[in-house]
């Protein structure tokens, strides 16, 4: 079997709320993306459904064009390799996740399986967690995503935080209460992407955990801060989950060294899979647990059942698989996976097409910017 032909095809679609944070509250729910079609001699192809422009996938071109796609962790090496100077970081780290993911998925439907069965999972199924991605939710709104993904059977959840201390607790108490209808305790996670300081996470984090208990509270402080990551880690009760924007998995070697990351979250637009497995695997050595982050359709469950220090994977629900379907789905609280080959995409290519004509919504399509102050002005806490 042999790569033939790359193809991308760039698209603009609506996810089915806007997504948002403390740094750009004010959210986008209009998305531009690219998919990646990696095509064989045999017939066979790799489909990535989320990642880079074709502009940064052509560089690789000459690295894949004629190479058998079953080994994926060679090509995986070659192109990070090829990138040895600027690093596996950036605008380079995109499309090595990028291809890698729809080389995973050539290679699984080549086995004729689907990727959990390749990678070595024994069952299909990971157990999932609520993600709301919305700070600029409503409580109205807040509250029916959350009693939504509690008639799932869903009992985890994390809500976005970080400027509003008195609309925090209200939020986290809004979750907490849809989640208790499972029947079951909360589990209540955090998320305020970067834009606290270190001491400004240890004063927020320590007056949330006054009212609620907090299972982990993520990125805390900056994605390579592992002083100021430790610190957080050491004066708060919550374990500190971080490395969704980590591209390279040497990048959490420090973070691991200096105790610095209680939970890794592995992302698989900005790693891949090979990427994930390495980290995840160097993380169960140091008995770190994994939570993968969020995907459309929840495919990357297939890379969470494989992993043998997986807790629970990020569901936002956000309707951005409006071309493709996923051979999965949620149930009692858990994504469980079917057994269609790859990650099992059924792909609507009329509808993708329909999408691809429709113009960017905006001249920084994918970039989400940091909102100013972010670690500098300290939000006031009340009791």
Known sequence: ?????????????????????????????????????????????????????????????HLLLGRDPRGVRDIYKQMVDEVF????????????????????????????????????????????????????????????????????????????????PQADLRRLGIMQEELARTGKTPLLCIDSNEYWSPKQAIISIRELERHYPIYWAEEPADRWDYRGLAKVSAGVTAQV?????????????????????????????????????????????????????????NYAAHVAAALPNHMMMEVPDLGRDVWFTVDAELRDGEIILGDTPGFGFTLDLEKLEELSRRPSPHAHAGLMPRRPGAGVIPSPVRS
């Not at 066979?44 to 074709?54: L, N």
Request: aromatic share 6%; net charge negative.
């Open 85 to 164: 100077k600027v690093g596996n970081r950036g605008a380079t780290a995109g499309p090595i996740a990028t291809i890698d993911l729809a080389l995973w998925d050539l290679k699984a439907k080549a086995n004729g399986e689907p990727l959990w069965r390749t990678l070595g999972a024994g069952v299909g199924r990971v157990r999932a967690y609520a993600s709301d991605i919305g700070i600029g939710l409503s409580d109205d709104e807040l509250r029916a995503y959350y009693a939504k993904m509690a008639k799932l059977g869903i009992s985890a959840g994390k809500l976005k935080v970080g400027h509003d």
């Open 1 to 61: 079997m042999r790569i033939t032909a790359l193809r991308t095809v760039a698209y603009t679609y609506a996810a089915s709320r806007p997504l948002s944070d403390v740094n750009f509250p004010e959210g986008r729910q209009e998305q531009r993306t690219t998919a990646l079609f990696i095509d064989t001699d045999e017939g066979i192809t790799g489909v990535a459904v989320h990642g880079s422009p074709d502009s940064a996938i052509r560089p690789f071109e």
């Open 241 to 297: 989950a971080t490395g969704e924007n980590l591209k390279d998995p040497t990048e959490i070697g420090p973070l691991i060294e200096h105790g610095a990351m209680d939970v890794f979250e592995p992302n698989p637009k900005g790693m891949g899979v090979t990427g994930a497995l390495i980290a995840s695997d160097t993380c169960s050595t140091f008995r770190i647990p994994v939570a993968m982050m969020n995907s459309p359709g």
